[in-house]
Antibody, heavy 121, light 110 residues
Framework: EVELLESGGGLVQPGGSLRLSCAASGFTFGNFAMSWVRQAPGKGLQWVSHINGAGSTTYYADSVKGRFTISRDNSKNTLYLQMNSLRAEDTAVYYC??????????????WGQGTLVTVSS | QSALTQPPSASGSPGQSVTISCTGTSSDIGGYNYVSWYQQHPGKAPKLIISEVSRRPSGVPDRFSGSKSGNTASLTVSGLRAEDEADYYCSSHAGSNIVVFGGGTKLTVL
């Protein structure tokens, strides 16, 4: 059974940094692309970033480009999101989501339970 | 990276059918057969219920069906049940290396 467990969320001041982690199990992690998707309180889903199975190709939403960095460690079955220069509008629950293929950016077949990031002074 | 357009709410009585629309453009829904739908209960993670316009993952009841015409996709829930009450989100591959979501529809079972 696929399991995705996010961690690293919390309260951070504007301009600060945070690193999220997503521990994966139940599948061959390196064979599948992964994404981060966020949901602001009471709002809809927003795709944030994507990384292919090897970690060699990454993509970002315009709203986070230059501030966030997605990475993965396939030896540890873990996905990361380094978030710098955080803004109030980055406040959201951040989900890691599994791609059904090595690199498709088409849909997400499994989701973690999410970790809340609050950016506030 | 504009969101797809969904009605904010939909409702139906138990046993009835409800259809939720999702409107995009030729750059997303109209350009690819990669429309997906997600169900999200309060406080829970989204769950994939439809991929590639109309494919149901294993374990998803056949009461859920998807379709697409032009730039608009639709999710139909037949034989409404109380547990279907949730938020539903559409999504589409949108070229330019991105995925775009709809704003979500709150389905109420009356």
């Amino acid at each position: 059974e696929v399991e995705l467990l996010e961690s690293g969320g919390g309260l951070v001041q504007p301009g600060g940094s945070l690193r999220l982690s997503c521990a994966a199990s139940g599948f061959t992690f390196g064979n599948f692309a992964m994404s981060w998707v966020r949901q602001a309180p009471g709002k809809g889903l927003q795709w944030v970033s994507h990384i292919n199975g090897a970690g060699s190709t990454t993509y970002y939403a315009d709203s986070v480009k230059g501030r966030f960095t997605i990475s993965r460690d396939n030896s540890k079955n873990t996905l990361y999101l380094q978030m710098n220069s955080l803004r109030a509008e980055d406040t959201a629950v951040y989900y890691c989501a599994k791609d059904p293929f090595y690199d498709s950016r088409r849909w997400f077949d499994s989701w973690g339970q999410g970790t809340l990031v609050t950016v506030s002074s | 990276q504009s969101a797809l357009t969904q009605p904010p709410s939909a409702s139906g009585s138990p046993g009835q059918s409800v259809t939720i629309s999702c409107t995009g453009t030729s750059s997303d829904i109209g350009g690819y057969n990669y429309v997906s739908w997600y169900q999200q209960h309060p406080g829970k993670a989204p769950k994939l219920i439809i991929s590639e316009v109309s494919r149901r993952p294993s374990g998803v009841p056949d009461r859920f069906s998807g379709s697409k015409s032009g730039n608009t996709a639709s999710l139909t829930v037949s034989g409404l049940r109380a547990e279907d009450e949730a938020d539903y989100y559409c999504s589409s591959h949108a070229g330019s290396n991105i995925v775009v979501f709809g704003g979500g529809t709150k389905l109420t079972v009356l």
